[in-house]
Protein backbone atom coordinates (compact mmCIF):
# COMPACT_ATOMS: atom_id res chain seq x y z
CA UNK A 1 0.00 0.00 0.00
CA UNK A 2 0.84 3.72 -0.48
CA UNK A 3 0.57 5.51 2.89
CA UNK A 4 0.76 8.84 4.22
CA UNK A 5 2.06 8.74 7.39
CA UNK A 6 1.39 11.91 9.93
CA UNK A 7 3.89 12.64 12.49
CA UNK A 8 6.25 9.87 10.95
CA UNK A 9 9.46 11.34 12.15
CA UNK A 10 8.20 10.85 15.90
CA UNK A 11 8.75 8.29 18.19
CA UNK A 12 6.02 5.78 17.62
CA UNK A 13 6.14 7.09 14.08
CA UNK A 14 10.07 6.53 13.09
CA UNK A 15 9.09 2.59 14.58
CA UNK A 16 6.10 2.60 12.43
CA UNK A 17 8.04 3.01 8.75
CA UNK A 18 10.38 0.33 9.77
CA UNK A 19 8.02 -2.17 10.16
CA UNK A 20 5.64 -0.76 7.66
CA UNK A 21 8.64 -0.84 5.09
CA UNK A 22 9.05 -4.46 6.18
CA UNK A 23 5.79 -5.06 5.62
CA UNK A 24 6.34 -4.06 1.99
CA UNK A 25 4.43 -0.77 2.39
CA UNK A 26 5.54 2.97 0.46
CA UNK A 27 5.83 5.93 3.07
CA UNK A 28 5.27 9.21 2.60
CA UNK A 29 5.66 11.20 6.29
CA UNK A 30 4.00 14.71 6.81
CA UNK A 31 5.62 16.09 9.86
CA UNK A 32 6.51 19.51 10.93
CA UNK A 33 9.32 18.51 13.15
CA UNK A 34 7.62 20.78 16.15
CA UNK A 35 8.99 17.35 18.37
CA UNK A 36 10.75 15.58 16.46
CA UNK A 37 14.02 15.62 14.39
CA UNK A 38 14.89 14.61 10.52
CA UNK A 39 17.56 12.56 11.44
CA UNK A 40 15.16 10.05 13.34
CA UNK A 41 14.14 9.32 9.42
CA UNK A 42 17.73 8.83 8.35
CA UNK A 43 18.09 6.52 10.81
CA UNK A 44 15.02 4.32 9.59
CA UNK A 45 16.85 4.36 6.29
CA UNK A 46 19.76 2.63 7.81
CA UNK A 47 18.02 -0.07 9.42
CA UNK A 48 15.10 -0.37 6.88
CA UNK A 49 17.36 0.49 3.89
CA UNK A 50 15.23 2.90 2.53
CA UNK A 51 14.56 6.38 3.85
CA UNK A 52 10.54 7.52 4.00
CA UNK A 53 10.17 10.27 1.27
CA UNK A 54 9.53 13.46 4.04
CA UNK A 55 7.21 16.18 3.35
CA UNK A 56 7.78 19.13 5.99
CA UNK A 57 4.40 20.85 6.61
CA UNK A 58 1.91 21.10 8.92
CA UNK A 59 -1.38 19.11 9.15
CA UNK A 60 -3.32 21.97 10.02
CA UNK A 61 -2.19 24.05 6.75
CA UNK A 62 -4.69 23.02 3.96
CA UNK A 63 -2.90 23.86 1.14
CA UNK A 64 0.00 21.73 2.32
CA UNK A 65 -1.88 18.76 2.58
CA UNK A 66 -4.45 19.64 -0.57
CA UNK A 67 -1.16 19.47 -2.72
CA UNK A 68 0.42 16.28 -1.05
CA UNK A 69 -3.18 14.38 -1.69
CA UNK A 70 -3.63 15.80 -5.21
CA UNK A 71 0.20 15.05 -5.89
CA UNK A 72 -0.24 11.65 -4.97
CA UNK A 73 -2.80 8.63 -4.66
CA UNK A 74 -2.62 7.01 -1.20
CA UNK A 75 -4.56 4.41 -0.15
CA UNK A 76 -4.49 4.93 3.82
CA UNK A 77 -3.25 7.57 6.51
CA UNK A 78 -1.99 6.79 9.36
CA UNK A 79 -2.28 10.05 11.65
CA UNK A 80 0.30 10.14 14.40
CA UNK A 81 0.41 14.32 14.50
CA UNK A 82 -0.10 16.08 17.01
CA UNK A 83 0.58 17.25 20.63
CA UNK A 84 1.47 14.50 23.43
CA UNK A 85 2.17 15.87 26.61
CA UNK A 86 -0.63 15.34 29.89
CA UNK A 87 1.22 18.52 31.73
CA UNK A 88 1.99 20.78 29.00
CA UNK A 89 -1.58 20.41 27.85
CA UNK A 90 -3.00 22.31 31.07
CA UNK A 91 -0.71 25.05 30.78
CA UNK A 92 -1.31 25.28 27.12
CA UNK A 93 -4.85 24.32 26.58
CA UNK A 94 -5.03 26.32 23.51
CA UNK A 95 -2.09 24.85 21.45
CA UNK A 96 -3.27 21.57 22.10
CA UNK A 97 -7.10 22.38 20.90
CA UNK A 98 -5.48 23.97 17.95
CA UNK A 99 -3.18 21.30 17.01
CA UNK A 100 -4.49 18.23 17.39
CA UNK A 101 -7.59 19.18 17.09
CA UNK A 102 -7.84 21.96 14.25
CA UNK A 103 -5.07 19.90 12.36
CA UNK A 104 -7.19 16.87 12.32
CA UNK A 105 -9.95 18.18 10.66
CA UNK A 106 -8.80 19.54 8.22
CA UNK A 107 -6.54 16.33 7.62
CA UNK A 108 -10.28 14.82 7.66
CA UNK A 109 -11.50 17.22 5.43
CA UNK A 110 -8.83 16.76 2.93
CA UNK A 111 -8.99 12.77 2.84
CA UNK A 112 -12.95 13.00 1.97
CA UNK A 113 -12.64 15.33 -1.16
CA UNK A 114 -9.83 13.22 -2.20
CA UNK A 115 -11.59 10.16 -1.82
CA UNK A 116 -9.27 8.56 0.89
CA UNK A 117 -11.16 7.16 3.60
CA UNK A 118 -8.86 4.66 5.61
CA UNK A 119 -7.68 5.86 8.56
CA UNK A 120 -5.84 4.80 11.17
CA UNK A 121 -6.04 7.12 14.14
CA UNK A 122 -3.46 7.46 17.14
CA UNK A 123 -6.19 7.75 20.10
CA UNK A 124 -4.66 6.62 23.97
CA UNK A 125 -5.87 4.98 27.05
CA UNK A 126 -6.51 8.26 28.37
CA UNK A 127 -9.80 8.07 26.81
CA UNK A 128 -10.93 6.01 29.64
CA UNK A 129 -9.82 8.37 32.26
CA UNK A 130 -9.14 7.03 35.73
CA UNK A 131 -10.66 3.48 35.40
CA UNK A 132 -12.36 2.25 38.11
CA UNK A 133 -10.97 -1.06 39.19
CA UNK A 134 -13.88 -3.19 38.47
CA UNK A 135 -13.84 -1.95 34.56
CA UNK A 136 -10.32 -3.76 34.24
CA UNK A 137 -9.10 -4.62 32.26
CA UNK A 138 -10.51 -2.24 30.14
CA UNK A 139 -12.90 -3.10 27.50
CA UNK A 140 -13.49 -0.78 24.70
CA UNK A 141 -16.63 -0.70 25.92
CA UNK A 142 -15.69 0.69 29.34
CA UNK A 143 -17.02 4.04 30.10
CA UNK A 144 -14.69 7.23 28.19
CA UNK A 145 -14.04 10.46 30.44
CA UNK A 146 -11.61 13.14 29.60
CA UNK A 147 -9.04 14.65 32.76
CA UNK A 148 -7.38 17.12 31.02
CA UNK A 149 -7.16 19.08 27.76
CA UNK A 150 -4.51 16.67 25.60
CA UNK A 151 -7.35 13.61 26.98
CA UNK A 152 -10.08 15.87 25.74
CA UNK A 153 -8.54 16.36 22.31
CA UNK A 154 -8.37 12.33 21.76
CA UNK A 155 -12.06 12.02 23.02
CA UNK A 156 -13.35 14.50 20.84
CA UNK A 157 -11.37 13.67 18.00
CA UNK A 158 -12.93 9.79 18.71
CA UNK A 159 -16.68 11.32 18.99
CA UNK A 160 -16.19 13.53 15.45
CA UNK A 161 -14.29 10.30 13.84
CA UNK A 162 -17.64 8.17 15.03
CA UNK A 163 -20.23 10.74 13.89
CA UNK A 164 -18.62 11.55 10.20
CA UNK A 165 -18.46 7.74 9.90
CA UNK A 166 -22.12 7.00 10.97
CA UNK A 167 -23.08 9.65 8.22
CA UNK A 168 -20.71 8.40 5.38
CA UNK A 169 -20.72 4.32 5.13
CA UNK A 170 -17.23 5.03 2.88
CA UNK A 171 -14.97 5.41 6.19
CA UNK A 172 -12.69 3.29 7.65
CA UNK A 173 -11.50 3.91 10.58
CA UNK A 174 -9.51 2.49 13.34
CA UNK A 175 -9.09 4.31 16.85
CA UNK A 176 -5.79 2.87 17.92
CA UNK A 177 -6.35 2.91 21.90
CA UNK A 178 -2.80 2.49 23.10
CA UNK A 179 -1.59 2.14 26.76
CA UNK A 180 1.74 2.62 27.53
CA UNK A 181 4.47 2.45 24.76
CA UNK A 182 8.23 2.00 26.05
CA UNK A 183 11.49 0.76 24.79
CA UNK A 184 13.23 1.61 21.36
CA UNK A 185 14.53 -0.61 18.22
CA UNK A 186 16.66 -3.24 19.08
CA UNK A 187 19.09 -1.73 17.13
CA UNK A 188 19.65 1.06 19.59
CA UNK A 189 19.49 3.55 16.35
CA UNK A 190 16.39 5.36 17.16
CA UNK A 191 14.54 5.79 20.51
CA UNK A 192 12.01 8.25 22.56
CA UNK A 193 13.72 11.46 22.49
CA UNK A 194 11.78 13.90 24.98
CA UNK A 195 11.88 17.61 25.81
CA UNK A 196 13.26 18.77 28.54
CA UNK A 197 12.41 16.55 31.76
CA UNK A 198 10.30 13.72 30.91
CA UNK A 199 7.29 13.08 32.68
CA UNK A 200 6.88 9.48 32.11
CA UNK A 201 8.31 7.05 33.51
CA UNK A 202 10.73 4.66 31.17
CA UNK A 203 12.68 7.66 29.70
CA UNK A 204 12.65 9.42 33.41
CA UNK A 205 14.78 5.82 34.31
CA UNK A 206 16.87 5.80 31.24
CA UNK A 207 18.05 9.29 31.86
CA UNK A 208 18.67 8.63 35.47
CA UNK A 209 20.55 5.25 34.18
CA UNK A 210 22.52 7.16 31.93
CA UNK A 211 23.49 9.87 34.68
CA UNK A 212 21.31 12.79 33.25
CA UNK A 213 19.39 13.09 36.47
CA UNK A 214 20.01 12.29 39.63
CA UNK A 215 17.52 9.53 41.19
CA UNK A 216 13.96 7.89 40.17
CA UNK A 217 11.03 8.95 42.33
CA UNK A 218 8.37 5.95 42.72
CA UNK A 219 4.94 8.27 43.24
CA UNK A 220 3.77 6.16 45.97
CA UNK A 221 3.96 3.28 47.18
CA UNK A 222 0.68 2.82 49.16
CA UNK A 223 -1.52 2.11 46.33
CA UNK A 224 -3.64 -0.68 46.81
CA UNK A 225 -1.69 -2.91 44.73
CA UNK A 226 0.03 -5.76 45.30
CA UNK A 227 3.63 -3.97 45.96
CA UNK A 228 1.86 -0.48 46.57
CA UNK A 229 3.36 0.49 43.15
CA UNK A 230 1.17 1.57 40.35
CA UNK A 231 0.44 -0.89 37.86
CA UNK A 232 0.66 -0.21 34.23
CA UNK A 233 0.44 -1.95 30.85
CA UNK A 234 3.75 -1.08 29.13
CA UNK A 235 3.62 -1.87 25.27
CA UNK A 236 6.69 -2.37 23.86
CA UNK A 237 7.18 0.38 20.51
CA UNK A 238 8.01 -2.23 18.15
CA UNK A 239 4.95 -4.33 18.71
CA UNK A 240 3.27 -1.10 18.93
CA UNK A 241 4.28 -0.83 15.15
CA UNK A 242 3.73 -4.10 14.31
CA UNK A 243 0.11 -3.51 15.17
CA UNK A 244 -0.19 -0.42 12.95
CA UNK A 245 0.91 -2.43 10.23
CA UNK A 246 -1.69 -5.21 10.94
CA UNK A 247 -3.97 -2.59 11.20
CA UNK A 248 -2.99 -1.18 7.57
CA UNK A 249 -3.69 -4.72 6.50
CA UNK A 250 -7.50 -4.87 8.21
CA UNK A 251 -8.57 -1.10 7.56
CA UNK A 252 -10.30 -2.08 4.06
CA UNK A 253 -12.72 -4.57 5.97
CA UNK A 254 -13.40 -2.45 8.78
CA UNK A 255 -15.73 -0.34 7.56
CA UNK A 256 -16.98 2.47 10.11
CA UNK A 257 -15.10 2.86 13.21
CA UNK A 258 -13.51 1.28 15.60
CA UNK A 259 -12.27 1.53 18.69
CA UNK A 260 -9.22 -1.23 19.56
CA UNK A 261 -6.86 -1.12 22.37
CA UNK A 262 -3.65 -1.81 21.87
CA UNK A 263 -1.40 -2.91 25.21
CA UNK A 264 -0.19 -6.25 26.42
CA UNK A 265 -3.36 -7.29 28.47
CA UNK A 266 -1.52 -7.68 31.39
CA UNK A 267 -0.57 -5.09 34.23
CA UNK A 268 3.39 -4.42 35.62
CA UNK A 269 4.14 -2.24 38.86
CA UNK A 270 6.79 0.87 38.88
CA UNK A 271 8.47 -1.65 41.34
CA UNK A 272 8.70 -4.42 39.03
CA UNK A 273 9.37 -2.04 35.98
CA UNK A 274 12.18 -0.58 38.05
CA UNK A 275 13.12 -4.39 38.83
CA UNK A 276 13.42 -5.39 35.05
CA UNK A 277 15.44 -2.44 34.31
CA UNK A 278 18.31 -2.97 36.97
CA UNK A 279 18.80 -6.51 35.45
CA UNK A 280 18.78 -4.88 32.12
CA UNK A 281 21.56 -2.76 33.00
CA UNK A 282 23.27 -4.99 35.83
CA UNK A 283 23.40 -2.77 38.47
CA UNK A 284 21.13 -0.24 40.69
CA UNK A 285 19.37 2.40 39.75
CA UNK A 286 18.86 5.28 42.26
CA UNK A 287 15.49 5.49 43.59
CA UNK A 288 13.60 6.64 46.18
CA UNK A 289 9.63 6.51 47.28
CA UNK A 290 7.80 10.13 47.08
CA UNK A 291 4.08 11.00 47.26
CA UNK A 292 1.66 10.21 44.79
CA UNK A 293 0.71 12.11 42.01
CA UNK A 294 -1.81 14.36 41.83
CA UNK A 295 -4.56 12.26 39.16
CA UNK A 296 -2.76 9.00 39.01
CA UNK A 297 -5.13 5.70 39.27
CA UNK A 298 -3.82 2.58 41.24
CA UNK A 299 -4.06 0.53 37.74
CA UNK A 300 -4.61 1.00 34.38
CA UNK A 301 -4.47 -1.99 31.70
CA UNK A 302 -5.93 -3.07 28.56
CA UNK A 303 -7.99 -6.07 27.57
CA UNK A 304 -6.23 -6.76 24.58
CA UNK A 305 -8.46 -9.32 22.93
CA UNK A 306 -10.11 -7.12 20.51
CA UNK A 307 -6.84 -6.52 19.05
CA UNK A 308 -6.56 -10.50 18.48
CA UNK A 309 -9.98 -11.01 17.13
CA UNK A 310 -10.00 -8.40 14.76
CA UNK A 311 -6.40 -8.08 13.54
CA UNK A 312 -4.61 -11.34 14.23
CA UNK A 313 -2.13 -8.89 16.53
CA UNK A 314 -1.11 -9.38 19.95
CA UNK A 315 2.29 -8.42 22.01
CA UNK A 316 5.18 -10.22 21.26
CA UNK A 317 8.26 -8.64 23.62
CA UNK A 318 7.79 -8.39 27.59
CA UNK A 319 9.58 -5.71 29.96
CA UNK A 320 12.90 -6.81 30.40
CA UNK A 321 13.24 -6.36 26.10
CA UNK A 322 11.10 -2.83 26.31
CA UNK A 323 14.11 -2.20 29.27
CA UNK A 324 17.40 -4.10 27.45
CA UNK A 325 16.08 -1.85 23.97
CA UNK A 326 15.16 1.48 26.15
CA UNK A 327 18.76 1.40 27.99
CA UNK A 328 20.68 0.09 24.72
CA UNK A 329 19.29 3.11 22.77
CA UNK A 330 19.61 6.12 25.74
CA UNK A 331 22.99 4.39 26.26
CA UNK A 332 23.93 4.54 22.71
CA UNK A 333 22.35 8.29 22.22
CA UNK A 334 22.85 9.71 25.77
CA UNK A 335 21.70 13.08 24.43
CA UNK A 336 18.96 11.88 21.73
CA UNK A 337 18.96 12.56 18.28
CA UNK A 338 21.35 15.78 19.45
P1 LIG B 1 5.92 12.39 19.06
O1 LIG B 1 5.78 13.77 19.60
O2 LIG B 1 7.24 11.73 19.15
O3 LIG B 1 5.44 12.34 17.53
C1 LIG B 1 4.44 13.22 17.04
C2 LIG B 1 4.97 13.79 15.74
O4 LIG B 1 3.98 14.67 15.20
C3 LIG B 1 6.24 14.62 15.92
O5 LIG B 1 7.19 14.21 14.96
C4 LIG B 1 5.79 16.05 15.68
O6 LIG B 1 6.82 16.83 15.09
C5 LIG B 1 4.62 15.85 14.74
N1 LIG B 1 3.60 16.90 14.77
C6 LIG B 1 2.97 17.44 15.84
N2 LIG B 1 2.05 18.33 15.44
C7 LIG B 1 2.08 18.33 14.07
C8 LIG B 1 1.36 19.05 13.08
N3 LIG B 1 0.43 19.94 13.39
N4 LIG B 1 1.64 18.80 11.78
C9 LIG B 1 2.59 17.90 11.43
N5 LIG B 1 3.31 17.22 12.34
C10 LIG B 1 3.05 17.43 13.64
O7 LIG B 1 4.79 11.50 19.78
P2 LIG B 1 4.58 9.93 19.78
O8 LIG B 1 4.88 9.43 21.14
O9 LIG B 1 5.23 9.31 18.63
O10 LIG B 1 2.99 9.88 19.64
C11 LIG B 1 2.36 9.76 18.38
C12 LIG B 1 0.85 9.83 18.57
O11 LIG B 1 0.44 8.81 19.48
C13 LIG B 1 0.36 11.15 19.19
O12 LIG B 1 -0.87 11.49 18.55
C14 LIG B 1 0.12 10.80 20.63
O13 LIG B 1 -0.87 11.61 21.22
C15 LIG B 1 -0.32 9.35 20.52
N6 LIG B 1 -0.06 8.58 21.76
C16 LIG B 1 1.21 8.55 22.26
C17 LIG B 1 1.45 7.85 23.44
C18 LIG B 1 2.82 7.82 24.05
O14 LIG B 1 2.93 7.48 25.24
N7 LIG B 1 3.89 8.11 23.33
C19 LIG B 1 0.39 7.19 24.10
C20 LIG B 1 -0.88 7.24 23.54
C21 LIG B 1 -1.10 7.94 22.37
C1 LIG C 1 0.58 8.76 30.78
C2 LIG C 1 -0.41 9.84 30.45
C3 LIG C 1 -1.66 9.26 29.87
C4 LIG C 1 -1.35 8.36 28.68
C5 LIG C 1 -0.35 7.30 29.13
C6 LIG C 1 0.09 6.43 27.97
C7 LIG C 1 0.17 11.44 32.21
C8 LIG C 1 -0.28 12.12 33.47
N1 LIG C 1 -0.69 10.56 31.69
O1 LIG C 1 0.02 8.03 31.83
O2 LIG C 1 -2.51 10.29 29.44
O3 LIG C 1 -2.52 7.73 28.22
O4 LIG C 1 0.82 7.94 29.67
O5 LIG C 1 0.94 7.15 27.17
O6 LIG C 1 1.23 11.72 31.67
N2 LIG C 1 5.90 7.31 37.66
C9 LIG C 1 6.76 7.40 38.74
N3 LIG C 1 7.80 8.29 38.67
C10 LIG C 1 8.01 9.09 37.58
C11 LIG C 1 7.12 8.98 36.47
C12 LIG C 1 6.07 8.09 36.56
O7 LIG C 1 6.61 6.70 39.73
O8 LIG C 1 8.97 9.89 37.58
C13 LIG C 1 4.79 6.34 37.73
C14 LIG C 1 3.42 6.98 37.62
O9 LIG C 1 2.91 7.30 38.88
C15 LIG C 1 2.62 5.86 36.94
C16 LIG C 1 3.66 5.10 36.10
O10 LIG C 1 4.92 5.49 36.61
O11 LIG C 1 2.14 5.00 37.91
C17 LIG C 1 3.58 5.45 34.64
O12 LIG C 1 3.60 6.86 34.50
P1 LIG C 1 3.64 7.57 33.09
O13 LIG C 1 4.75 7.04 32.27
O14 LIG C 1 3.60 9.05 33.33
O15 LIG C 1 2.30 7.07 32.36
P2 LIG C 1 0.77 7.15 32.85
O16 LIG C 1 0.64 7.82 34.14
O17 LIG C 1 0.21 5.78 32.73
Same mark, same amino acid.
Given at each position: ??????????????????? $???? *???I????? =?S? @?? &?? !????????A?????????????????????????????I?????????????????????????????????????????????? $???? *????????? =??? @?? &?? !??????????????D?????????????????????????????????????????????????????????????????????????????????????????????E??????????????????????????????????????????????C??????????????????S???????????????????
Amino acid at each position: MNILVTGGAGYIGSHTCIA $AFAA *GHEITVLDN =LSN @SS &PE !ALRRVGKIAGKVPRLVVGDIGDRSVVKSLLDSEKFDAVIHFAGYKAVGESVSKPWEYYVNNISGTLVLLDEMRRHGLYNLIFSSS $ATVY *GNPLPENLP =LKE @SA &PL !AALNPYGQTKLWLEDVMRAMSAADPAWHILLLRYFNPVGAHESGLIGEDPAGIPNNLMPYITQVAVGRLKELTIFGDDWPTPDGTCIRDYIHVCDLAEGHVAALAKVAELPGCTPINLGSGSGVSVAQLVASFEKATGRPLPHKIGPRRAGDAAACYADASRALELLGWKTKRDSDAMCRDAWRWQSMNPKGYK
